[in-house]
């Protein structure tokens, strides 16, 4: 079978930096998604990992260790519109695209 | 360039109705996947189809639901007899292919209400 976690939410600060974590275990890994869904819309595609290390994207990077099964989503220098919830994803061999998904993290951001 | 379009966006259904749901993936996309979402809960897969094909359908209900993805036309999938359990966001997503890199494009759901 296969587990997800991830923090059920989170609050930051306008302009700050968050870190949500996400630990997985699964069979056949073959990468690790995250997407952005704010509420009531699609969710959307921010970043993939299949080896270990750091992807940066603007804002936004992921990180991957595939022999703890944990990856991480920083987001620096937040902003009001990045609350949303952040999904994290695994995809397995032999499954195509398809995609497991985690509960998901509520990203609250104050003023 | 249309995304992943979904259809209707809103459904509501008297328990025991059937609830068809459409999916058009993007252009040039062949593969579809079908997901179901709880309010505050995360995406649950349900189906993964490829023109006229099934693939892989372990995450849906053995009874009261199927999915087909026609030669022509869009996915659909489709619930019997509903019940107020199934009331929850049905997402779509689609990708080019089935082989990695592809990553998953999601429609803007349909919001099935069972009353």
């Known amino acids: 079978g296969q587990n997800i976690d991830q923090p059920t939410e989170m609050t930051a600060t306008e302009g700050a930096i968050v870190q949500i974590n996400c630990t997985y275990q699964?069979?056949?890994?073959?990468?690790l998604f995250w997407y952005q869904q704010h509420a009531g819309e699609a969710p959307t595609f921010l970043s993939y990992?299949?080896?270990?290390g750091l992807e940066e994207k603007g804002r936004f990077s992921s990180f991957l260790s595939r022999s703890k099964g944990y990856s991480y989503l920083l987001l620096k220098e937040l902003q009001m519109k990045d609350s949303a919830s952040y999904l994290c994803?695994?995809?397995?061999?032999?499954?195509?695209?398809?995609?497991?998904f985690g509960g998901g993290t509520r990203l609250m951001v104050k003023p | 360039n249309a995304g992943v379009m979904q259809n209707p966006r809103h459904l509501v259904r008297r328990r025991g109705q059937e609830a068809r749901l459409r999916c058009s993936p993007m252009?040039?996309?062949?593969?579809v996947y079908w997901y179901r979402q709880l309010p505050e809960e995360g995406l649950k897969f349900m189906v993964y189809?490829?023109?006229?094909?099934?693939?892989?359908e372990s995450g849906m209900p053995k009874e009261r639901f199927s999915a087909e993805f026609p030669k022509e036309g869009p996915s659909i999938l489709r619930i019997q007899q509903v019940v107020r359990g199934d009331s929850a966001a049905y997402f779509c997503?689609?990708?080019?292919?089935?082989?990695?890199?592809?990553?998953?494009?999601f429609g803007n759901g349909t919001r099935l209400t069972v009353t």
């Open positions: 997503a689609s990708s080019r292919t089935g082989a990695f890199g592809s990553p998953l494009h």
């Open positions: 699964t069979s056949g890994f073959n990468g």
């Open positions: 990992n299949v080896l270990d």
């Open positions: 994803a695994v995809r397995r061999n032999n499954a195509g695209n398809m995609l497991t």
């Open positions: 252009k040039g996309h062949s593969h």
């Open positions: 189809l490829q023109k006229e094909n099934i693939i892989d």
